[in-house]
């Protein structure tokens, strides 16, 4: 068992020449391996100061890459200091009201502008014909 650091710990290792990630509860130093990622650097990168074990398993790493890890091992996370999930709330915002918009005048007035033309070309005819 290795030694057991803090998220902020882990989190102050966050640059292309210290990176360190947390999946599964472990902390890997994975600074040696970051320009032989085949997703590249940057997706390790973006990976820090959080825990990245669903990142990790959404890509679907292989048997070899789970392996690969112990290699780059250093230790145990302190699970007390990962805050817990937050639930997402939307800001409160007034209601919209998609009648009020400048696009909605914009739609009616396509619709009513040719339905007036119509009916001015027709009511033309009529009187012309009709003289």
Known sequence: MGKLYTLQEVADHNTPKDCWLIIDGKVFDVTKFLEDHPGGDDVLLSATGKDATDDFEDVGHSTTAKSMMDDFYVGD???AT????VEYKPPNQAHYNQDKTPQFIIKILQ???PLVIL?????????????
């Not at 990962?82 to 999930?85: E, F, H, M």
């Not at 070309?121 to 003289?131: D, E, H, N, P």
């Open 119 to 131: 009916g001015v070309a027709v009511g033309i005819r009529f009187y012309t014909k009709s003289l």
């Open 82 to 85: 990962i805050p817990s999930k």
């Open 77 to 79: 996370i302190d699970s």
């Open 111 to 113: 619709f009513l502008v």
